[in-house]
């Protein structure tokens, strides 16, 4: 019977509670956990932890830092701080960087909609990302898995209740801008438990003044477990099945 704690790649579309569900399917094991939430939305790294001593390393590992690579979409907001929610587009561009008119109609954009200001430069990016590095204050989103009064706030934000999530400290150990074309803002994050990209993606848009959502995410590693030792389901499935016609019959 398969046992031990392992990374599984978690393609997008599926939540963490399905990759759950299918290892125990695969495994025949009813005690397998994992080692923090990836969102329907993102894909990566999912730590998991099958049978009673795996599962009772998964608070540790849960501890450990994270590194992500994430797409920012600027100049929209979300009610989910991510693709998945209502968007709205909130800014109107009336110039890039350099003074140049813009390339218009943008996406969605409302005939006669009112400019709204200059699009952000490199620069100006670059100077936002610093503001995340170290500790830091984040107010994690209404859509997580917090709990208010014993209940997920996700499933109070889904009812319309409003959720207003104290913030917390945060730690950022790295962040990189890897590439940076408006609208869109791809960055490298190293982070301690906790964070939450969503929150960052909310937080540069509006430091920046045009909104922001986050639009991708892939988690690249958890602590010592990276995207390149990380076994896709239907591999772990051909895998196990194979383990099976090796054993030994009686």
Request: aromatic share 6%; with cysteine.
């Amino acid at each position: 019977m398969v046992e031990g704690v392992f990374a599984i790649y978690k393609e997008e579309g599926m939540t963490s509670h399905d990759v759950v569900d299918a290892v125990r399917r695969l495994t025949g094991q009813q005690r397998v956990g994992h080692a923090g939430t990836l969102d329907p939305c993102a894909k990566g790294v999912l730590v998991v932890g099958v049978g009673r001593a795996a599962t009772r390393q998964l608070r540790a590992i849960a501890g450990t830092e994270k590194e992500y690579i994430t797409r920012v979409k600027l100049g929209w907001r979300s009610t989910t701080e991510d693709r998945e929610g209502k968007v709205e587009q909130v800014f109107w561009p009336t110039a890039d960087g350099r003074g140049r008119p813009p390339c218009l109609p943008y996406e969605g954009q409302p005939r006669g909609g009112a400019a709204t200001g200059v699009i952000p430069t490199e620069k100006q990016v670059r100077q936002a990302l610093a503001h995340f590095q170290g500790m830091i204050d984040q107010q994690p989103p209404a859509f997580s898995a917090i709990k208010v009064r014993g209940r997920a706030a996700y499933k109070l934000a889904r009812k319309g209740c409003e959720v207003d999530l104290p913030a917390r400290k945060v730690e950022v150990k790295e962040i990189e801008l890897l590439a940076y074309a408006w609208p869109h803002v791809d960055v490298r994050l190293v982070t301690g438990p906790g964070f939450y990209v969503r929150s960052f993606a909310r937080d540069l848009g509006e430091l920046l003044g045009t909104g922001g959502y986050m639009e991708a995410l892939e988690r690249i590693r958890v602590g010592a477990y990276t995207k390149e030792h990380a076994a896709r389901l239907a591999d772990l499935a051909k895998s196990i099945g194979a383990a099976g016609d090796n054993e030994p019959t009686s």
